[in-house]
């Protein structure tokens, strides 16, 4: 499962890409209002740091508007990848933006049938927002395997990228689902890692070491 950052932080971008594990950058307008500067250059700045796909969200309702700020976005930079909603609008811009060969991220996706048409628009990814759907009570990852088991029937090419993750588990979870992409705030990418285990037995091995380093020191000949 490729693995991507939800964020628009650019420390966090830069700490998380030098392990060489993030394949691609989700961001959307929430979370590049929340940092300082402009957008156009945050967004190339993302696209300089990660050579993947980076989703850069269209804010007009309309489609024209849409396709509009979609031609705006893709200008910035080859990585960067249109995402527009869900909506009538956001499928008419999509058909338009993906026939004249940009990628286009479908976003907030809540069900099987919002992902039928989101493929058939010609979308290169769509986007089901996991943890929203936990919120009200209904299982998000379920969404994920039914829309998995919709493109397999149909071999439609749109990836999946499982969004909205919360925690580590949710992105177990989606990667035993089997779907393509899974993007997650740094707080849970950082989660994927840690385990008090690793933790302890390190520490161990490193004192069992250190000891018998000083044990042979003693014994050697001077
Ligand atoms: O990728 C979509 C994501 O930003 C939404 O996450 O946690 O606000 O539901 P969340």
Known sequence: MKIFLDTASLKEIREAAALGLVDGVTTNPSLLAKESGEPEEILVEICKTVDGP???EVVATDAEGMVREGHHWASLHKNIVVK??????GLKATRVLSSEGHRVNMTLVFSPSQALLTAKAGASFVSPFVGRLDDISTPGMELVADILQIYRNYSFRCEVL???LRHPLHVVEAAKAGAHIGTMPMSVFQSLLKHPLTDIGLKRFLDDWEKAKKELGAKAPR
């Open 54 to 56: 980076i989703s850069a």
């Open 162 to 164: 499982a969004a909205s």
């Open 84 to 89: 527009c909603p869900c909506t009538a609008e």
